[in-house]
């Protein structure tokens, strides 16, 4: 059975707070929050891109899992925002990690859900026994075009985990996985653009709400468990509203969801996203708890799993810093700054 061994994240410190955004476009801060439920974003500094986000998340990882970088076998990057339209990220962490040559590497892109897409297929190379250990990484310099409604939520932030087979080693074992997927191009980037475009308001119902909704009763169905048996539960965050109705109309609880809520804080790194509400969960999580995630990636699909913690990870979790703790260190910025980092001007 493939089980979670390790993770770590990185956030970038620095922040833009919604309202600032708002000023510059003489738009109502107070509409925007409560539409959003989001107050500020994580933003990159200059020199960052997705790949540097990725190195000091899969070194946390590799810290909490306490295996040696040349152990890895696969390498999954899953990203919106790769600094090379060719030229592989997963190669370039992974020759900074030193992990070695004997060892299989792809770039994912699904939008939201490219890094969840990784975690699959490494769950697939381990169940089969072709390979032992595997790193899986979702990170992104998310995109907004200035005066889009994207530009309010879109963060960046990079998550990297550590699968593996042993027993003796996990920290959570991923007990079932499922995935629902329709051809719903509500969110779209055409090659040479240098921002993504969107249908609106079609992307809640049509595609987050079909999808995340659709996979999460296929997921309870298959696994014949109910909203009640699990400690926590995590859907991908777009906004402060969709992961809290989702949870809602499966049934479950807001406390089930708070812990998860990293949207709130930072916005949406895209990729990132699901994975860094695992990982605060998975920060204060108990033994034998179980954890349901659902994410979602425009275009359209979303990948479900059910998760259950060890007596392992009680352990483990002295090894690195709470996710929560790392986003509460930060430094506000200008949005002449913001655009100056981004590289808008």
């Not at 891109?49 to 999954?76: C, H, R, W």
């Not at 990220?89 to 969840?116: H, P, Q, W």
């Not at 595997?134 to 963060?155: C, F, M, N, R, W």
């Not at 659709?214 to 699990?230: A, I, N």
């Amino acid at each position: 059975m493939a089980s979670i061994i390790g993770y770590g994240a990185y956030v970038p410190r620095y922040r833009l707070k919604i309202e600032d955004i708002a000023d510059v476009w003489k738009k109502e801060t107070t509409e925007i929050v409560a539409g959003l439920r989001i107050i500020e974003k994580s933003v990159p500094a200059f020199d960052e891109d997705a790949v540097t986000l990725a190195i000091p998340a899969a070194k946390n990882a590799f810290a909490m899992a306490g295996i040696k970088p040349t152990q890895i076998e696969s390498v999954y990057f899953g990203s919106e925002s790769h600094p090379y339209a060719v030229n592989p990220s997963s190669t370039i962490v992974a020759e900074y990690l030193g992990i070695g040559r004997n060892f299989m590497a792809a770039d994912l892109e699904f939008a939201c859900k490219a890094a969840t897409a990784g975690m699959q297929a490494t769950i697939g190379l381990i169940n089969s026994k072709q390979t032992q250990y595997g790193l899986v990484i979702g990170s992104d310099t998310a995109q907004g075009k200035p005066h889009d409604i994207l530009e309010y939520t879109a963060a960046s932030a990079g998550v990297a985990y550590v699968l593996g087979n042993k027993k003796t080693e996990a920290i959570a074992n991923i007990l079932y996985t499922s995935s629902y997927t329709s051809d719903t191009p509500d969110f779209w980037r055409r090659d040479g653009e240098k921002y993504p475009s969107h249908f609106g308001r079609f992307t809640g119902e049509p595609a987050y709400f079909t999808h995340v909704l659709s996979e999460g009763k296929k997921l309870l169905e298959q696994s014949k468990l109910k909203p009640s048996d699990f400690d926590y539960c995590i859907f991908h965050m777009p906004n402060g509203k969709f992961p809290r109705a989702a949870a809602k109309k499966l049934g479950f609880t807001p406390e089930q969801l708070a812990p998860s809520l990293t949207v709130d804080k930072i916005g949406n790194p895209y990729s990132a996203a699901v994975f860094l509400g695992l990982s605060a969960v998975l920060d204060i999580a108990k033994p034998k708890q179980k954890i349901f995630v659902v994410s979602y990636g425009s275009g359209a699909g979303s990948d479900g799993f059910i998760i259950e913690t060890t007596e392992r990870i009680v352990k483990k979790q002295k090894t690195n810093q709470p996710i929560m703790e790392m986003i509460s260190q930060k430094e506000y910025i200008s949005y002449t700054q913001y655009l100056k980092q981004t590289h808008t001007i």
